[in-house]
């Protein structure tokens, strides 16, 4: 079973390309209603009081819940798309599912 480690030392694209060997779905990752920038680490994108830290996700893991503990480590939003990043995943199926 995959499994995605995230800190708030990575880069955003990284942390793309990391979400999409592992699940095979598309992270997007904002900074308030625009895409974060590639280059930008997700510290420096966190927002109010949010401290950062770590966590870890798997292909069980739902989708809501996934979008959820980011934005409640982070401080920062995302959302998980289908492979081709053409519609959202729905909030009630788990991150593998997504990415088929």
Request: charged share 25%; hydrophobic share 40%.
């Amino acid at each position: 079973m995959a499994e995605l480690k995230v800190s708030g030392r990575i880069l955003v694209k990284s942390l793309k390309a990391q979400f999409k060997a592992a699940f095979g779905s598309t992270l997007r990752v904002y900074k308030g209603n625009n895409f974060a920038d590639e280059n930008a680490t997700l510290a420096s994108l966190r927002t109010g009081d949010v401290k950062g830290g770590e966590f870890s996700a798997n292909g069980n893991m739902l989708v809501g819940n996934f979008e959820k503990k980011f934005k409640e480590t982070f401080g920062i939003n995302v959302q998980v798309a289908n492979a081709k990043d053409s519609a959202l995943a729905d909030n009630g199926i788990t991150l593998t599912a997504a990415g088929k």
